[in-house]
T-cell receptor
Framework: GENVEQHPSTLSVQEGDSAVIKCTYS??????FPWYKQELGKRPQLIID?????GEKKDQRIAVTLNKTAKHFSLHITETQPEDSAVYFC????????????FGQGTTLQVKP | DTGVSQDPRHKITKRGQNVTFRCDPI?????LYWYRQTLGQGPEFLTY????????KSRLLSDRFSAERPKGSFSTLEIQRTEQGDSAMYLC????????????FGSGTQLSVL
């Protein structure tokens, strides 16, 4: 089955700095690469995604980059703000996963004011 | 409310009791998923439906767990003879035909088994 790992497991940055979270996966058939954000006590929410025919996608302060050869993709957050503090999950998906998403173990991001 | 709704939000039960949770997906979404999440972990897949058909079940889903989606709309997840290890957040999610990978989660049902 799919093996998904995130690094680091925790990340602490000063407000205004950048943060990068990496997700490594094992299934070479994966073709969809989303990132979810879960604030404390709330539901996971999709914040950005990318498909395998694209190398990078940006949405304001967040971006996702994909390296299919190395089987990893990363979440980049620039100009971090305290409201970016949350747990972030990657969930690579491909045909071998059938209908389900397999989530990573999560990265806790703390942005200090 | 146009989001995924789950009921109840919290459930406290004694070991050995049966519990049932309900999920109402976004109305036009044909896929419905159940996940379980424990503190400090990512959501773990349990099962999913496409319309009323249950298409996949995780090995995590023992015979004490059963899920239904009888009319392809709402779904129920029942846990029989609850154990302390069943204590977790049970999350429901739905997705739309043509965008099946984009999951919209409900707020979850927090189960505590005493």
């Amino acid at each position: 089955g799919e093996n998904v790992e995130q690094h680091p497991s925790t990340l602490s940055v000063q407000e205004g700095d950048s943060a990068v979270i990496k997700c490594t996966y094992s299934d070479s058939a994966s073709n969809y690469f989303p990132w979810y954000k879960q604030e404390l006590g709330k539901r996971p929410q999709l914040i950005i995604d990318i498909r395998s025919n694209v190398g990078e996608k940006k949405d304001q302060r967040i971006a996702v980059t994909l390296n299919k050869t190395a089987k990893h993709f990363s979440l980049h957050i620039t100009e971090t703000q305290p409201e970016d503090s949350a747990v972030y999950f990657c969930a690579p998906h491909g045909s071998s996963n059938t209908g389900k998403l397999i989530f990573g173990q999560g990265t806790t991001l703390q942005v200090k004011p | 409310d146009t989001g995924v709704s789950q009921d109840p939000r919290h459930k406290i039960t004694k070991r050995g009791q049966n519990v049932t949770f309900r999920c109402d997906p976004i109305s036009e979404h044909n896929r419905l998923y159940w996940y379980r999440q424990t503190l400090g972990q990512g959501p773990e897949f349990l099962t999913y439906f496409q319309n009323e058909a249950q298409l996949e079940k995780s090995r995590l889903l023992s015979d004490r767990f059963s899920a239904e989606r009888p009319k392809g709309s709402f779904s129920t997840l029942e846990i029989q003879r609850t154990e302390q290890g069943d204590s977790a957040m049970y999350l429901c999610a739905s997705s739309l035909r043509g965008h099946v990978e984009k999951l919209f989660f409900g707020s979850g049902t927090q189960l505590s088994v005493l």
